[in-house]
């Protein structure tokens, strides 16, 4: 069993910057792909940004240079670093971590952008 926990969101205004961490833990032999995802109120989940172990990431369009996605594989953490947020962040943003063992969601952690 994985454990996965997210932290960091918040209040923020526009124009603002949070950073979101997700935390892995639990039996694994390697958590292979590591991404964040956000559900917005009355919109479906959608992907943010992924990234393997290796490095590799991927963004969605809507993120347009102003979010960075990273890991740090010895302490099972990736992190989400978002600049130059709008009202359309506003959303629960969630960890999904995959490994040899499956697929393991976060219970996610709640950003709010506004004035």
């Known amino acids: 069993q994985v454990e996965v926990v997210e932290s960091g969101g918040g209040f923020v205004q526009p124009g603002g910057s949070l950073r979101l961490s997700c935390a892995a833990s639990?039996?694994?032999?390697?958590?292979?792909?590591m991404a964040w995802y956000r559900q917005a109120p009355g919109k479906e989940r959608e992907l943010v940004a992924d990234?393997?172990?290796?490095?590799?990431?991927n963004y969605a369009n809507f993120v347009r240079g102003r979010f960075r996605i990273s890991r740090d594989n010895a302490e099972n953490t990736m992190y989400l670093q978002m600049n130059s947020l709008d009202s359309a962040a506003t959303a629960v943003y969630s960890c999904?971590?995959?490994?040899?063992?499956?697929?393991?969601w976060g219970q996610g952690t709640q950003v709010t952008v506004a004035s």
């Open positions: 999904r971590v995959l490994s040899a063992g499956g697929i393991y």
């Open positions: 639990g039996a694994f032999t390697g958590y292979y792909v």
């Open positions: 990234i393997s172990k290796f490095g590799t990431t």
